[in-house]
């Protein structure tokens, strides 16, 4: 492998599309983003145009690459890690979508979802695939698109039409259509997928009316996906030989690779996700079993997974709904000039509650307050909720594994915040790791699609490559931490 190679890591998000170079030594380059447009056709409905979302991925591949000072043939191999559950269905012939992508934040398919729990098909969904039963995956919005594009279904039938998720579009995209293929991680968010084979279920397919011509091939996620083709601004013939889910990504990028090992990603919402090595863990608490991933010629490794609707979006809600700062960051400032939030309790349920408790319905509380308190407490009061949902979740995974975490490491945005790192290993009862590089999302792609290339030789040499930049040791004694606990307990109840 030359020294001047570099591996080109895509990571197309809900709101941005991004491109990162990585080096031989894991090292970042370059990093580029652009943004694109969110579309709200009605109250709950969110939509992205593919065209947008392919035109803002080429332009930070471009711009990555400028800035990186390097040519398109110096890339040795592209991986790419995208939001999840997204979907579209286009044209095998045109590549044009009959409809927008369908994001997965969109509620339009939950009557859909109404109508199958009611016909009690929830537990056979949740046995096969390990998710609740929501318009969140995407084959209640594969099923929308064909029942309300003009001649979908009949088109589909006819085997002129192909579906897939952001990974299997940008793929299709960047082979000029010659690759139809996705990867386990991404097919086990669609409700389509059996877990237990990592196929396409008959069963699951009839349910939500998807004919299985339609889908693309399920692949290990470092497998040759496809060749680069017609870019222009790339050579043809640079392979794509990874593809992960941005979760899944993240805690791959953690090399969290053992079971017990568990990340946390700081975004808008917080996802926790928990390595359970080769066994799949039902949870009894509405946690989703999902794959992690798998490597060519092993098994599949899963996960545990819960998160948080609003975590980051808390914080810009204080800036943007409140004023309480003109800057996300100044956040830490204002709750450190306090030194508790003197009895002030933030649930923000501000668009539902998320796992474990699926409320869908609940809504925001700030309580506690008196002549006392001041924006500062607010803002403490925020930083320390966004820390205890994730106590939730990770509590939880721990009843449901049946076996203490191993390790916590961190990531997204808001790990840059000293003192939330801090409440998190606290509340948490355990060492917070975070890494050198932010990054985790775009790395564990730029990690599958080295391996995959034969770029890195394997995971040990991954470990080797990844630097911790800080510890948080827990400094909260056992009896402050259930007080603590207690309180955020009670607030709960009264969402
Ligand atoms: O499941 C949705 C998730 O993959 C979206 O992630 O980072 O694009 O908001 P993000």
Excluded at 115 to 141: C, H, N, R, W
């Amino acid at each position: 492998m030359s020294s001047s190679s570099f591996i080109m890591a895509i990571d197309q998000g809900t709101t941005s599309s991004r491109t990162c170079i990585v080096n031989q030594a894991g090292g970042l380059v370059a990093e580029a983003r652009e943004s694109f447009k969110q579309i709200f056709p009605k109250p709950g409905w969110v939509e992205h145009d593919p065209e947008d979302i392919w035109h803002s991925t080429q332009r930070s591949m471009r711009l990555a690459l400028e800035k990186a000072k390097i040519s398109g043939s110096q890339i040795a191999a592209i991986g790419i890690t995208n939001q999840r559950e997204t979907v579209m269905v286009w044209d095998r012939k045109t590549g044009k979508s009959v409809y927008n992508a369908i994001v997965w934040q969109c509620r339009r398919t939950q009557e859909i979802c109404e109508k199958l729990k009611k016909a009690k098909k929830e537990k056979m969904i949740t046995a096969k695939t390990g998710l609740v039963l929501d318009p969140y995956f995407s084959a209640s919005k594969i099923q929308w698109i064909l029942k309300n594009a003009p001649k979908a279904m009949q088109k589909a039938r006819a085997g002129q039409l192909v579906a897939g998720n952001v990974d299997t579009y940008l793929l299709w995209r960047l082979t000029a259509g010659t690759s139809h293929k996705t990867d386990v991680s991404n097919a086990s968010r669609t409700m389509l997928m059996n877990i237990h084979t990592g196929w396409w279920d008959e069963e699951l397919m009839k349910l939500f009316n998807v004919p299985q011509g339609i889908l693309p091939e399920i692949c290990p996620s470092n497998a040759d996906f496809g060749r680069t083709q017609g870019l222009g601004f790339m050579p043809d013939g640079i392979p794509i030989t990874g593809m992960i889910g941005d979760q899944q990504s993240a805690l791959f990028g953690q090399i969290c690779f053992e079971a017990g090992e568990s990340k946390c990603t700081f975004g808008t919402g917080s996802f926790v996700l928990l390595n359970t090595g080769k066994k799949i863990v039902k949870s009894k608490n509405k946690l989703l079993s999902t794959v992690a991933w798998k490597l060519k010629n092993e098994e599949m490794t899963y996960a545990l997974e819960g998160g948080a609707f609003v975590c980051g979006a808390a914080v810009q809600w204080l800036r943007d709904g409140l004023g309480l700062f003109q800057q996300s960051a100044d956040v830490e400032k204002l709750a450190k000039t306090v030194e508790d939030t003197q009895g002030v309790e933030f649930v923000p349920a501000l668009t539902g509650l998320g796992a474990p408790h699926w409320q869908p319905e609940a809504r925001g509380l700030i309580c506690g307050l008196t002549r006392g308190t001041t924006k500062a407490h607010i803002a403490r009061a925020t930083l320390e909720a966004m820390a205890l949902q994730n106590v939730d979740v990770l509590v939880t995974m721990q009843k449901d594994l049946g076996k203490k975490i191993k390790t916590l490491k961190v990531d997204g945005g808001a790990a840059a915040n000293d003192l939330l790192m801090q409440m998190q290993a606290d509340y948490l009862g355990l060492n917070v790791i975070r890494p050198q590089n932010l990054e985790t999302t775009a790395m564990g792609a730029a990690f599958m699609a080295g391996l995959g290339a034969g770029f890195w030789k394997d995971v040990k040499q991954l470990k080797r490559i990844w630097k911790t930049n800080k510890e948080f040791k827990v400094k909260m004694q056992l009896k402050a931490r259930k007080e603590r606990m207690q309180r955020w307990e009670k607030a709960l109840e009264r969402v």
